[in-house]
Antibody
Framework: EVQLVESGGGLVQPGGSLRLSCAASGFTFSSYWMHWVRQAPGKGLVWVSRINSDGSSTSYADSVKGRFTISRDNAKNTLYLQMNSLRAEDTAVYYC??????????WGQGTTVTVSS | AIQMTQSPSSLSASVGDRVTITCRASQGIRNDLGWYQQKPGKAPKLLIYAASSLQSGVPSRFSGSGSGTDFTLTISSLQPEDFATYYCLQDYNYPFTFGPGTKVDIK
């Protein structure tokens, strides 16, 4: 079964850091580009970042550029999102998703990040 | 960044109704558009990619059309399990951008 499982979410103070992980199984992880998408409580979907299959190329939303870093470990079948200088507006459910040459066809269940003092 | 708009923002419909949702891009995006369905507390589900291609396993009552700046998602006969929020996504260039969503609820 193709599956993505996020972890690492939690409560963090403004200005703090958090690293999210996304464990992939059931497919050849190293062959796929991957994305992070977030959704603030009661709000719509917001694309955050993507990484190519070997990790050599990344893209970011303007709202997170310079603060968030996407990376991957293909040997561990795991995607990461390092989040620094967190703000209240980063509070959201964070989803990892597999790329289907553009759109994303497989999503995890999400992990919740809350930025609050 | 490319801006995506959707209309309507919400609609009420009955089982069996034909439902149409529109998505418009602020600039041409060829056919690089996907449609997603999201139910409360769940991850989004890809319905349509490349504007009109039905994702595997998605019922044929869902269809998409359009290219350039104007796109449409149609549900030919609304079923009880279709009550959800629908989002479009442009994957023409980075940053990818989603539309604000259309909530479909029961009349």
């Amino acid at each position: 079964e193709v599956q993505l499982v996020e972890s690492g979410g939690g409560l963090v103070q403004p200005g703090g850091s958090l690293r999210l992980s996304c464990a992939a199984s059931g497919f050849t992880f190293s062959s796929y580009w991957m994305h992070w998408v977030r959704q603030a409580p009661g709000k719509g979907l917001v694309w955050v970042s993507r990484i190519n299959s070997d990790g050599s190329s990344t893209s970011y939303a303007d709202s997170v550029k310079g603060r968030f870093t996407i990376s991957r470990d293909n040997a561990k079948n795991t995607l990461y999102l390092q989040m620094n200088s967190l703000r209240a507006e980063d509070t959201a459910v964070y989803y990892c998703a597999r790329d289907l040459s553009g759109p994303t066809d497989v999503w995890g269940q999400g992990t919740t990040v809350t930025v609050s003092s | 960044a490319i801006q995506m708009t959707q209309s309507p923002s919400s609609l009420s419909a009955s089982v069996g109704d034909r439902v149409t949702i529109t998505c418009r891009a602020s600039q041409g995006i060829r056919n690089d558009l996907g449609w997603y369905q999201q139910k409360p507390g769940k991850a989004p589900k890809l319905l349509i990619y490349a504007a009109s291609s039905l994702q595997s396993g998605v019922p044929s009552r869902f269809s998409g059309s359009g290219s350039g700046t104007d796109f449409t998602l149609t549900i030919s006969s609304l079923q009880p399990e279709d009550f959800a929020t629908y989002y479009c996504l442009q994957d023409y260039n980075y940053p990818f951008t989603f539309g604000p969503g259309t909530k479909v609820d029961i009349k």
